[in-house]
């Protein structure tokens, strides 16, 4: 097992407060992220299958979710979907070694719940075995491809918004 250090941040824009069982939208950017030219001592090519994972929060219901923007982000179509209570931005890739990837913005419609509760905004995972952030990396050896599973704990909080 190899760890390396990656960091980059996301941006959160969600509104101070919502009503009660109403529909709110919260926006998720992430920063430019340097892709990395080499990890573990092994010559990175790419990095690909990128996938982040984000709870649906407690207090709502998850009504939709869309993306918009990105670049330096290879040929695939960006997506994101929610299952089993997660909302999954996907980015297929090719990430090229040496670029800098800004990733797309995913938009997430949302219905508040009771009245006195919280919504807050997490990345999923926490651990290895729960990862919140997984990709794989090509690497110049063979052209092998190694799975990697990233997580943050504790996770941050992107965002909170009373319901009132």
Same mark, same amino acid.
Request: proline share 9%.
């Given at each position: 097992?190899?760890?390396? @250090? ?20 919260? =926006?998720?950017?992430? @920063?430019?992220?340097? &892709? ?9 090519? %790419?990095?690909?299958t990128?996938?982040?994972?984000? !709870?649906?929060p ?13 670049? %330096?982000?290879?040929?695939?179509? !960006? ?6 209570? $997660? &909302? ?16 797309p913005?995913?938009?997430? &419609? ?11 905004t ?7 075995? %729960? ?10 050896? $063979? ?5 990697t %599973?990233? $997580? ?5 909080? $992107?965002? =909170?918004?009373? &319901?009132?």
């Open positions: 097992m190899s760890t390396s @250090d990656l960091n980059t941040n996301i941006t959160s824009v969600a509104p101070s407060f919502v009503s009660p069982n109403a529909n709110f939208t919260i =926006t998720l950017t992430p @920063d430019p992220m340097p &892709i990395p030219t080499s990890g573990g001592g092994q010559t990175i090519q %790419n990095l690909n990128l996938k982040i994972k984000f !709870p649906v407690a207090n709502s219901t998850f009504v939709s979710a869309s993306v918009a923007g990105g670049s %330096n982000i290879g040929s695939g179509t !960006p997506s994101v979907a929610q299952a089993g209570g $997660f &909302i999954t931005l996907t980015v297929p890739g090719p990430l090229a070694a040496g670029s800098t990837a800004t990733l913005t995913v938009s997430v &419609i949302l219905k508040a719940g009771a009245s006195g509760q919280n919504v807050q997490i990345l999923a995972g926490n651990s290895y075995t %729960n990862p919140g952030i997984t990709f794989n990396v090509k690497i110049s050896l $063979f052209g092998l491809t190694i799975p %599973n990233c $997580f943050v704990n504790p996770s941050p909080v $992107f965002s =909170t918004t009373p &319901i009132v």
